[in-house]
């Protein structure tokens, strides 16, 4: 199974992108799917997580401003960002949680004016 994010970019403090990743295999096969993001010099940590129930768990600083969300016809996990911040920049990835895929590239998000 793989994992392809995108979605990603430049956008100003304030602004929003929404990311997508496309899952090769049946994601209902999978009880939790999560975004994951990793800063230039930090370790990569989750900031969302999503259940097959509908459960979901936020990074606090994301929460509310945040949404998780999975479309399992179409086998793709959505993150729609608001208010961004430029403490938000970061490389976005997908996985289960815990992470049992391999990584996938990722999808670059730049918060700056």
């Known amino acids: 199974v793989q994992v392809v994010e995108s979605g990603g970019g430049l956008v100003q403090p304030g602004g929003s992108l929404r990311l997508s990743c496309a899952v090769s295999?049946?994601?209902?096969?999978?009880?939790?799917l999560a975004w994951f993001r990793q800063a230039p010099g930090e370790v990569r940590i989750r900031v969302a997580s999503?259940?097959?129930?509908?459960?979901?768990n936020y990074l606090p600083s994301v929460e509310g401003r945040f949404t998780i969300s999975r479309d399992n016809a179409k086998n793709t996990m959505y993150l729609q960002m608001n208010s961004l911040s430029p403490e938000d920049t970061a490389i976005y990835y997908c996985?289960?949680?815990?992470?049992?895929?391999?990584w996938g590239q990722g999808t670059q998000v730049t918060v700056s004016s």
């Open positions: 996985n289960t949680d815990p992470s049992d895929l391999a």
């Open positions: 295999g049946n994601i209902l096969g999978f009880s939790t």
């Open positions: 999503l259940t097959t129930t509908g459960v979901t």
